[in-house]
């Protein structure tokens, strides 16, 4: 299976705030240039995981964002699932046309490959992402005006 950029991006910017101290809020153009990714790019993301209640964001001259829950609260294989489309082939949509589909077995096999990898995804949090926090949050000063 492969995230898409989107997804990805999400989770580093998750990974980015949390990172933070918890009196620091981050700002987007710093993800973006830390990350070297598109400011328009990464404000639509931020914008979405606002809506999704990931993010707390705050605009104005000392604005920015913080994480809406904790760490702990945020589960990986929950998030993979509320930002892809996990409908691997079109067998798998309701309006699947497929001419194979009644006699091909390649559906339950995808169907049991999605289902170890959300698994093995559904047993970690953004906290177990972020034990080495504060080796990221170096990281990140480097690369950012944080």
């Known amino acids: ?4 950029s989107y997804t990805d991006y999400s989770l580093r910017t998750l990974l980015y ?5 918890e009196e620091k809020r981050a700002q987007v153009k710093d993800i973006a240039n830390a990350y070297h990714l598109s400011l328009n790019h990464l404000q639509k993301i931020v914008h979405d995981l606002g809506k999704k209640e990931l993010l707390e964001t705050v605009r104005g001259r000392n604005g920015g964002m913080k994480l809406a ?16 489309d996990l409908e691997l082939v079109e067998c798998f949509s309701k309006d699947g046309g497929c001419l194979i589909s009644g006699s091909c077995r390649l559906q339950s096999v995808l169907y049991e ?7 093995v995804l559904d047993r970690y949090t953004l906290a ?16 950012t005006s944080i």
Do not use: H
């Open 1 to 4: 299976m492969q995230l898409t």
């Open 17 to 21: 705030v949390g990172s933070l101290p």
């Open 69 to 84: 829950k904790s760490p702990e609260e945020i589960n990986i294989g929950e998030l993979i699932r509320m930002l892809e």
């Open 113 to 119: 490959a999605r289902e170890a990898f959300l698994q």
């Open 128 to 143: 177990d992402l972020l034990q080495n926090k504060d080796d990221l949050y170096d990281l990140f000063k480097k690369g």
